[in-house]
């Protein structure tokens, strides 16, 4: 497999005018480009070609889109996410995330979010003529929701995420290696649609380690660390297992399992430590103009 064929298969790594847009192939749920929960170093889009590449790939990528639908079955909870992102200048990322989470469970028929982000790579992925120096780049997300809970709860139905992420792809080993990791500044409660707790807010880590067995597929692990922001809420801990299928350079499947926690500990009158909304099944539908 050619390392070229990785680049595109992966991070869709591509040569225009004289420049290089490194596109991560996925929208998160929250719309930035990255993973199901976690952001990348890398950002969204893939370049103009033809007649348009030498004007129009200098100032803004195409644009990108993506759509998830999370089955969290245990705990009754639909949950789907449509948003789209772009980069301008081959570095400032800008997106828009859209969910409506039906939760009968807890009392809110229906909850919808709005997610507006932004993500500037700072540094180059082997930058200064290496073979080792990541992507690194810092992000923020405002994050808005309309659960009728928010009240109830004493919350704040808007917060803001600030992160640092580094992402490296590893071409040296028997299959490439996508390995990113970065800390997360957070007031959200339950990723942010119950609510924000605007007076509180931690610091957590997050992470990502994918494998390309072959060059149209990615197999990897995530993982989210619960924030603890204040009154005694602790959000509980992230994780998913994902099959990721480029069809094309453009259009990308994904499949995953993912854990939230337990949903009793949710449910429990009175305590707030280690929120979880269950388990269950994702899948998304990821494209590239």
Same mark, same amino acid.
């Given at each position: ?37 976690? #952001? ?18 200098? +100032?803004?990528?195409? #644009? ?20 789209? !992102? ?31 982000? !932004?993500? +500037? ?40 995420? !600030? ?10 080993? #028997? ?54 922001? %204040? ?23 994904? !499949? ?13 009158? %009175?305590?707030?430590?280690?929120? &979880?909304?269950?388990? &269950? ?9």
């Amino acid at each position: 497999m050619s390392i070229d064929k990785i680049k595109i298969a992966l991070v869709a790594t591509i040569a225009a005018s004289g420049s290089l847009f490194a596109g991560v192939p996925l929208n998160n749920l929250q719309g930035t480009g990255g993973i199901a929960f976690n #952001p990348l170093a890398y950002t969204a889009g893939l370049p103009w070609e033809g007649e348009e590449a030498s004007d129009l790939s200098q +100032l803004v990528s195409k #644009p990108q889109v993506g759509a998830w639908y999370v089955n969290l079955h245990d705990a009754d909870i639909n949950w789907y996410a449509g948003s789209a !992102a772009l980069t301008f200048f081959n570095r400032l990322e800008v997106s828009y995330g859209y969910g409506y989470i039906n939760a009968r469970k807890y009392g809110d028929k229906s909850i919808e979010t709005h997610n507006i982000g !932004a993500k +500037l790579r700072f540094l180059d992925e082997n930058a200064f003529d290496t073979s080792w120096v990541p992507a690194l780049a810092v992000g923020g997300v405002w994050k808005y929701t309309d659960s009728k809970t928010v009240d109830a709860l004493g919350l704040d139905d808007n917060g803001f995420d !600030a992160y640092l992420v580094a992402t490296k792809l590893i071409t040296e080993l #028997p299959v490439p290696v996508l390995i990113s990791g970065g800390v997360l500044y957070t007031d959200e409660v339950v990723n942010g649609v119950v609510g924000h707790q605007n007076n509180h807010y931690d610091t957590v880590l997050f992470g990502n380690i994918d494998i390309l067995p072959a060059e149209n597929i990615a197999i990897g692990v995530e993982y989210k660390q619960g924030a603890r922001v %204040g009154d005694g809420i602790r959000n509980h801990d992230y994780y998913d297992g994902h099959v990721a299928w480029f069809v094309t350079d453009k259009l990308t499947l994904v !499949a995953a399992y993912v854990d939230t926690g337990d949903k009793d500990k949710f449910y429990r009158r %009175g305590s707030a430590k280690n929120l &979880g909304v269950g388990n &269950g099944l994702v899948f998304s539908v990821q494209y590239q103009f």
